[in-house]
């Protein structure tokens, strides 16, 4: 009994074990190669031993998650095989670990291949350039053709023998052990499970997950080749063909006519000035979750947010603004870059694409200002957002693990830090900041569960007292934080920008694919706004990803390049937003609004009788929203 036992288990959980730590190598001898390859990118980096040491461990959890995705068939066939004796089995698993041995080795080889041109991690588009193998050979020198060629050729061989060894010392024809098997049934789903979901956090693992470095090479050494490969080629389905499905047969000179006012603004016009000095400071506070009810004319809503109403008396209050996305890592690519939400496609886990948008960071760092940064309270884990925050090129990044000082025992909540510790942590840390600086900081209270530390306030909300008392404290931690701010001495060279990242459900019960759930708020506030525009109440249709340019324009820095973007104070700006609703998109504009499905084909919500001209305009803009990404 005690021999049939020790046998079953080396048969079931010793083997799957060992195939497990058979992928977990691979994945680790090929990141050595990069690292040698490479030697020359390697050695114009700083802290370069550090940075390989801490390579090999934020990659691990990436690795592990990946590995326990490819050994989900190993782990059924060794059932089986405990189950029934039939050699089959065996030999289905040797075959099927070779075969992802060799496509995994391909990626990594493809890696080492194209990396030095593109300086990135293969992805989806690597299908289509696979379709004509020849490019990538001509565009490398025959020599590196040929080590590569060896490379795989050694790795193989050498995998190929590993694998041999571990299933000659498995799998061996002794009694079976049926209690082993239960067991092993049992609760070996869960391990792999929470090995491929990155543990037992309440976020599932994302690629993200891996970026620790401010230098490039190491963060993409870090990733997961394999599961990068498949992670972008899941997540883009129009891009792996590289075609754009929207593409219509209209006349090229009447679809820019059509474009033209939904677009880009000139960078010559007339625009009202509304700042008073040329380089002023810029603070961004990102709002997590902002409905713009709490903007709209009921007194009940502004109450929410007395605080930032107050603002708004000595500020410029867009009281009709909008985002295109519904979620965190849809909004904030609109508020940095300029980029609208895009149907099917998520910006922000495509980094070989969301690295070349353009980013109000990089053009303020291009143009005089001296640090910029990024603070969170959070983890950026979250919707993948690490990379997108990281490729924006921000001096200092720092979210939930990056911020020991804040010890008070209050501070932390279910998703990090609360907001009022962390606007009072951004004033401290902005006082060590040159001027010009451009600071960020993204909220994150208004997000369930909404723990915040403060009793409720708000008790008419129904089911949503509970959020809306927790836009209640963020706002109050805006007051305080703009009372401390008064007393510093940059504030008054301070131009300070509020946005909510997406809107979210309030009593008024708006649908997502109605405008007026996407509807948030947007201030502009600050000593450095002209005393004859403060106060002022903007009822224009606005885009959240107009912001981008509207800034850019008051500081006089070109803003061609935000597509997407137009300047809001232009004599020639055309009122209109872009939304993405379930399955297609929505447009809005002084005549109505309309939202459409793509899949389904029909026409979710509809107001005003242009119905058949917003259709038009809005599947005109998704195909150049669309066809311009795929240009990146």
């Excluded at 940075?51 to 592990?64: A, F, K, Q, R, V």
């Excluded at 001296?370 to 490729?391: A, D, H, P, V």
């Excluded at 903007?538 to 597509?563: E, G, M, V």
């Amino acid at each position: 009994m005690k021999q049939s036992i020790t046998s079953e288990f080396k048969n079931t959980f010793l083997f799957l074990g060992q195939i497990f730590l058979l992928f977990i190598l691979l994945f680790e001898i090929h990141r050595t190669i990069f690292f040698i390859y490479y030697y020359d990118k390697i050695g114009s980096t700083v802290n370069i031993f550090s940075e390989i040491i801490g390579t090999y461990w934020h990659s691990l959890s990436l690795d592990i998650s990946m590995a326990s995705y490819f050994i989900v068939i190993p782990w059924l066939l060794i059932l089986l095989y405990s189950l029934v004796r039939f050699q089959l089995f065996k030999t289905l698993l040797f075959i099927y670990v070779l075969v992802i041995i060799f496509l995994s080795s391909i990626s990594y080889i493809t890696e080492l291949g194209v990396y030095n041109e593109w300086e990135e991690k293969p992805n989806f588009e690597v299908f289509m350039y696979l379709k004509h193998p020849d490019e990538i050979l001509n565009s490398n020198p025959w020599i590196y053709t040929i080590i590569l060629t060896l490379l795989t050729i050694v790795l193989m061989t050498l995998f190929y023998k590993l694998t041999r060894r571990v299933f000659q010392n498995n799998m061996l024809k002794t009694p079976k052990n049926y209690l082993v098997t239960l067991v092993y049934f049992l609760l070996m789903p869960g391990i792999v499970l929470m090995g491929a979901r990155g543990g037992t956090s309440s976020a599932v693992i994302s690629q993200s997950d891996v970026y620790f470095s401010k230098q490039k090479i190491y963060n993409d050494a870090a990733i997961n080749t394999p599961y990068n490969l498949l992670n972008t080629s899941l997540k883009a389905k129009e891009i792996m063909s590289g075609k754009n499905p929207y593409i219509s047969d209209i006349d090229p000179e009447k679809k820019a006519k059509i474009l033209a006012p939904l677009v880009k603004t000139a960078p010559d016009c007339n625009r009202t000035q509304i700042v008073s000095m040329e380089r002023p400071n810029v603070v961004l506070i990102i709002l997590e979750s902002w409905a713009g009810d709490f903007v709209d004319k009921d007194q009940r809503y502004r109450d929410v947010i007395p605080n930032f109403m107050g603002l708004a008396k000595e500020g410029i209050l867009f009281i009709n603004a909008y985002g295109s996305g519904a979620l965190s890592h849809e909004g904030i690519p609109s508020v940095l870059s300029g980029w609208p939400d895009l149907f099917n496609v998520n910006v922000s886990q495509i980094s070989t694409k969301s690295n070349k948008l353009p980013s109000i960071t990089k053009s303020l760092a291009s143009n005089g200002y001296k640090n910029t940064m990024f603070l969170y309270g959070g983890q950026l884990r979250y919707g993948n957002l690490t990379s997108y925050i990281y490729n924006n090129n921000f001096d200092i990044i720092e979210e939930y693990k990056d911020i020991t000082s804040i010890t008070d025992e209050k501070a932390e909540g279910r998703l990090g830090l609360h907001d009022g510790y962390m606007l009072q942590y951004m004033n401290k840390k902005m006082n060590a900041l040159q001027t010009p600086f451009f600071a960020s900081l993204f909220t994150l209270s208004s997000h369930s569960p909404y723990d915040q530390p403060m009793e409720d306030v708000i008790t008419w909300a129904g089911i949503d007292n509970d959020f809306l008392n927790s836009v209640y404290y963020t706002d109050r931690s805006i007051g305080e934080f703009i009372a401390s701010a008064k007393k510093e001495p940059w504030f008054e060279n301070t131009l300070f920008i509020f946005t909510a990242d997406h809107s979210h459900h309030t009593p008024l019960g708006w649908n997502r694919n109605d405008p007026r759930w996407h509807h948030i708020p947007i201030l502009f506030y600050g000593d450095v706004i002209k005393k004859e525009y403060r106060g002022q109440e903007i009822d224009t249709i606005i885009s959240q990803h107009d912001i981008a340019a509207t800034l850019l324009s008051q500081l006089d820095i070109d803003h061609q390049r935000y597509t997407f973007s137009k300047d809001v104070f232009c004599p020639d700006y055309s009122p209109s937003a872009y939304f993405v609703a379930d399955n297609g998109y929505g447009m809005i504009t002084p005549e109505g609004y309309l939202s459409y499905s793509i899949v389904d084909k029909r026409v979710h919500r509809q107001d005003g009788n242009n119905s058949e001209a917003l259709l038009l305009q809005g599947h005109l803009y998704l195909e150049h929203l669309l066809q311009t990404f795929l240009d990146y």
